[in-house]
């Protein structure tokens, strides 16, 4: 094993002040951080200025660099013997293919940490006043994606069962597919006098 490490971070969802202390304190040591899109840009300040800054890209349909070479350029930096922070939006492990990028860094048997990030799955809906749990009210939730990699012969998400099985739904990159959506939800029995909150770039000034 060579003496670089990865460690696999999570951003918050947009307030610089809801990074964890963990994840600015590996990120104030970091030889190279490898960015997405989501992440605030006020946090690379904290990186030492003379860190090597990579933008990963990931906007929806436009991946900036591909997931491959994401990886290969984190094993990389790894092997150089570098402190490399991979920085995400949110949680690593909420739809940020952070798992995809923990088994490609085991298998290329490079050291690696994740350190957890506050979702904005759960972030977005505090900062405009909604609690995903509410005694009396809602006493489950689920995160799903709205956004299907289209190339799957099969969907996973159920929204049939989803529709009456969960009390808040937390749907992530559903903007485009919402008309589709909400129908599905009411189509398999969700009220459709349900409330519903659409919010953008929760968390921050934007
Ligand atoms: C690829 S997912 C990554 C989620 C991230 N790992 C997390 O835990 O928050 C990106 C999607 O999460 C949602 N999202 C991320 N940050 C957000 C924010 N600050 N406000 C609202 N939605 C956000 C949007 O739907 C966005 O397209």
Same mark, same amino acid.
């Given at each position: 094993?060579?003496? @670089?490490?990865?460690?696999?971070?999570? &951003?918050?969802?947009?307030?610089?002040?809801?990074?964890?202390?963990?994840?600015? #304190?590996?990120?104030?040591? &970091?030889?190279?951080? %490898?960015?997405?899109?989501? =992440?605030?840009?006020?946090?690379?300040?904290?990186?030492?200025? $003379?860190? /090597?800054? /990579?933008?990963?890209?990931?906007?929806?349909?436009?991946?900036? /660099?591909?997931?491959?070479?994401?990886?290969?350029? /984190?094993?990389?930096?790894?092997?150089? @013997?570098?402190? %490399? +922070?991979?920085?995400? $939006?949110?949680?690593?492990?909420?739809?940020?293919?952070?798992? #995809?990028?923990?088994?490609?860094?085991? !298998?290329?048997?490079?050291?690696?940490? =994740?350190?957890?990030?506050?979702?904005?799955?759960?972030?977005?809906?505090?900062?405009?006043?909604?609690?995903?749990?509410?005694?009396?009210?809602?006493?489950?939730?689920?995160?799903?994606?709205?956004?299907?990699?289209?190339?799957?012969?099969?969907?996973?998400?159920?929204?049939?069962?989803?529709?009456?099985? %969960?009390?808040?739904? +937390? =749907?992530?990159? $559903?903007?485009?597919?919402?008309?589709?959506?909400?129908? !599905?939800? +009411? @189509?398999?029995?969700?009220?459709?006098?349900?409330? +519903?909150?659409?919010?953008?770039?929760?968390?921050?000034?934007?």
């Amino acid at each position: 094993m060579d003496g @670089g490490r990865v460690y696999l971070v999570g &951003a918050g969802p947009g307030d610089p002040g809801l990074m964890t202390v963990r994840g600015l #304190e590996v990120l104030r040591r &970091a030889d190279v951080v %490898v960015y997405d899109r989501l =992440v605030n840009p006020a946090l690379l300040d904290e990186a030492p200025p $003379g860190a /090597l800054r /990579l933008f990963a890209g990931k906007r929806a349909g436009d991946h900036c /660099l591909p997931q491959e070479e994401i990886n290969a350029r /984190l094993i990389e930096q790894a092997r150089r @013997g570098r402190s %490399v +922070v991979r920085l995400k $939006g949110g949680d690593p492990f909420v739809f940020g293919r952070g798992g #995809e990028e923990a088994l490609a860094l085991a !298998e290329a048997g490079i050291a690696f940490e =994740v350190v957890p990030g506050v979702s904005a799955a759960v972030a977005a809906p505090a900062y405009a006043g909604i609690p995903v749990t509410h005694r009396g009210l809602s006493s489950s939730f689920a995160v799903v994606t709205g956004h299907e990699d289209p190339a799957k012969e099969r969907a996973d998400v159920d929204w049939g069962r989803l529709a009456t099985a %969960v009390d808040t739904l +937390v =749907v992530l990159m $559903g903007a485009q597919s919402l008309p589709r959506i909400a129908a !599905e939800l +009411v @189509g398999h029995g969700r009220s459709p006098d349900t409330p +519903v909150a659409l919010i953008r770039w929760g968390t921050t000034e934007a």
